[in-house]
């Protein structure tokens, strides 16, 4: 099995930045795909951004120059740095980490954007 704790979330103004972490311990496959869903309320969860374990990264189009997904290998740590953040990024930010038929979610983490 594989872990994954987040943090990073909370209450940021339009025009902001959070960076979001996401550890993984465990059973962890040297080849895999980590990243970021989101849930806002009312709404379906959608991929944010996800990189795999060569640095390959992808992003929704409407993070797309405000967002930036990146890995630490070394320590299985997969981050999302928010730029330009917008109450439309408000939502629930989920990590995610899978490999072939493996996968693991974190917690969630609350991010909010308001004035």
């Known amino acids: 099995q594989v872990q994954l704790v987040e943090s990073g979330g909370g209450l940021v103004q339009p025009g902001g930045s959070l960076r979001l972490s996401c550890a993984a311990s465990?059973?962890?496959?040297?080849?895999?795909?980590m990243g970021w869903y989101r849930q806002a309320p009312g709404k379906q969860r959608e991929l944010v951004a996800s990189i795999t374990n060569t640095g390959h990264t992808k992003y929704t189009d409407s993070v797309k120059g405000r967002f930036t997904i990146s890995t630490d290998n070394a320590k299985y740590r997969v981050y999302l740095q928010m730029n330009s953040l917008k109450p439309e990024d408000t939502a629930v930010y989920y990590c995610?980490?899978?490999?072939?038929?493996?996968?693991?979610w974190g917690q969630g983490t609350l991010v909010t954007v308001s004035s």
């Open positions: 465990g059973n962890i496959f040297s080849i895999y795909d």
């Open positions: 995610y980490y899978a490999s072939g038929a493996l996968d693991a």
